[in-house]
């Protein structure tokens, strides 16, 4: 017998740490763009666990790929080799550009990884003074939750109480070329930074922006670092979200979707330089680089290219982003977006956004409010121009809804 909605949420508040405030509602299956809770109710999943399900929910592929690995090898750790990496190398190293590939599990380890590398890179090639490596990051960044992380976050609730921090990190505005030149010394090695910031409430750096940063790092031999996590992958309608710049990282940190939110699986994409300085013993991850993630991840890239997600992802966040703007409604302060990553950012006298996301709930629609104001917006990349218009029908009469 199934267990009543208030008795599953009453066992989590007792058993559970409360580092989250969910939305109300207990989902026990998910297919495409869709989602259902435990009473049958079925709701457009406007938030994809953050992008980690830009495939959709259960891709009989991925599944498919990830049932066959499960019967054959699961984990070996990689003191052995196994046959499924070497393929993932090659396979992301082609889809990306890149050189070297480190793979890790979640994003905040390849965040963690890419620093300690740079680092590395700072002192063996670069020639800085051993522990004086800076790494120059944004305001209002959201890079993971790891304390070496936290502890460069400009947000009270992220790193208040969690230290002492590790030294070595500069903050700058995002989206200000003028700051990062000033605050670059002879000690930096990288500048570690979102293309999109996504937990800020999907930022949008000026036109641009990114084209100033690649030449600052250039000129000053300083590692680009691009935390694609959430924007990498389609998400913004290009394969990477440095690609709307034209511009390539030195180092470029996937994760999330990579998976197609199967399994954990993250990886550090680098030129030859940064990652070349690891050496045997000095990093690395028992389930990392495992033959399961491999496979799940060979399979989770492969779909995204060969069912055209990315191409759908420009055309139907195009076509989200303008309906979004034609909605006339006195809550809305303004609407932005890159692909299929939006968001609608409220007035504060409109009331916490959250209301807004509960209120979508009830007319079928999950979508996560960010910095109390704002509504983030993220299907799927598999959206289809009907259920974007269905989507956009509701958001338009809970936007113009009368809470008072």
């Not at 559970?16 to 763009?33: D, F, H, K």
């Not at 191409?311 to 890159?338: H, M, S, W, Y």
């Amino acid at each position: 017998m199934s267990r009543s909605v208030i008795d599953l949420l009453a066992t989590e508040a007792r058993f559970g740490a409360q580092n989250y405030q969910p939305i109300g509602v207990v989902l026990t299956r998910g297919e495409g763009v869709w989602v259902w809770d435990t009473e049958g109710n079925r709701y457009l999943d406007c938030l994809s666990a953050y992008s980690a399900v830009s495939q959709g929910h259960c891709h009989p592929k991925i599944l498919a790929a990830m049932v066959e690995q499960a019967h054959r090898l699961t984990l070996t750790s990689r003191a052995f080799h196994n046959d499924q990496l070497a393929l993932f190398y090659e396979e992301i190293a082609a889809l990306t550009g890149s050189h070297k590939v480190l793979p890790m599990n979640s994003g905040a380890e390849a965040v963690e990884s890419a620093i300690k590398a740079v680092r590395k890179w700072g002192y063996e090639v670069k020639g800085v003074p051993d522990g004086q490596a800076e790494i120059i990051v944004c305001a209002n960044n959201f890079h993971g939750r790891t304390l070496g992380i936290v502890g460069f976050s400009t947000d009270p609730e992220t790193h208040g109480h969690f230290g002492p921090f590790a030294p070595g990190f500069r903050i700058i505005a995002f989206g200000d070329a003028t700051a990062l030149e000033a605050a670059i010394t002879k000690n930096t090695v990288a500048f570690l930074v979102e293309p999109i910031q996504g937990e800020a409430g999907v930022i949008i750096p000026p036109s641009g922006y990114f084209t100033e940063v690649r030449e600052l790092c250039t000129a000053n031999n300083i590692m680009l670092v691009l935390d694609e996590i959430q924007t990498g992958l389609g998400r913004t309608g290009k394969l990477l979200a440095e690609q709307h710049e034209g511009i390539e990282a030195d180092v470029t940190l996937l994760g999330k979707a990579l998976s197609g939110g199967f399994y954990p699986v993250s990886a550090v994409l680098s030129n030859n330089d940064v990652l070349g300085t690891l050496r045997p013993g000095q990093h690395g991850s028992t389930f990392g680089g495992n033959p399961l993630a491999c496979a799940v991840a060979r399979a989770a890239m492969r779909v995204l290219v060969e069912e055209g997600m990315i191409e759908n992802a420009a055309l139907q966040g195009a076509r989200f982003l303008d309906g979004l703007k034609e909605i006339r409604a006195n809550t809305i302060r303004e609407v932005r977006g890159r692909g299929l990553m939006l968001a609608v950012e409220l007035y504060p006298e409109a009331g916490p956004a959250r209301r807004y996301c509960e209120a979508l709930q009830g007319k079928g629609i999950l979508a996560k409010d960010t910095h109390e104001h704002t509504i983030r917006i993220a299907p799927p990349l598999v959206i289809t121009s009907e259920e974007v218009d269905w989507a956009l029908e509701r958001f338009a009469t809970t936007l113009t809804q009368d809470f008072s």
